[in-house]
Nanobody, 118 residues
């Protein structure tokens, strides 16, 4: 019954900005962590950013200083603000969450495509 719904992908020029959103819906007690992964064509899925409740955000070296992850606990939503985008950022971006319901759950969003090209 718990699911993640992503939005915000699209086509942007190099140097541009984009903001991704991921909202959790359903019945659960708390969200322990939320993060973003991405998978480019022909490559494996990789961690982009993660934020853990009570801890500090963590970023992949390739996006540090350009991307910012944040959470709105009242809306059960995580955001990824992407600035100074590069062509190599082109990928399908997936939201991930560790949720405590009747039992601990690991959930994935449906994915949203980000294309960076001139």
């Amino acid at each position: 019954q718990v699911q993640l719904v992503e939005s915000g992908g699209g086509l942007v020029q190099p140097g541009g900005s984009l903001r991704l959103s991921c909202a959790a819906s359903g019945t659960f007690f708390s969200i322990n962590a939320m993060g973003w992964y991405r998978q480019a064509p022909g490559k494996e899925r990789e961690l982009v950013a993660i934020i853990i409740t009570g801890g500090s955000p963590h970023y992949a070296d390739s996006v540090k200083g350009r991307f910012t992850i944040s959470r709105d606990n009242a809306k059960n939503t995580v955001y990824l603000q992407m600035n100074s985008l590069k062509p190599e950022d082109t990928a399908v971006y997936y939201c991930n969450a560790n949720i405590q319901a009747n039992r601990k759950l690991a959930l994935w969003g449906q994915g949203t495509l980000v294309t960076v090209a001139s």
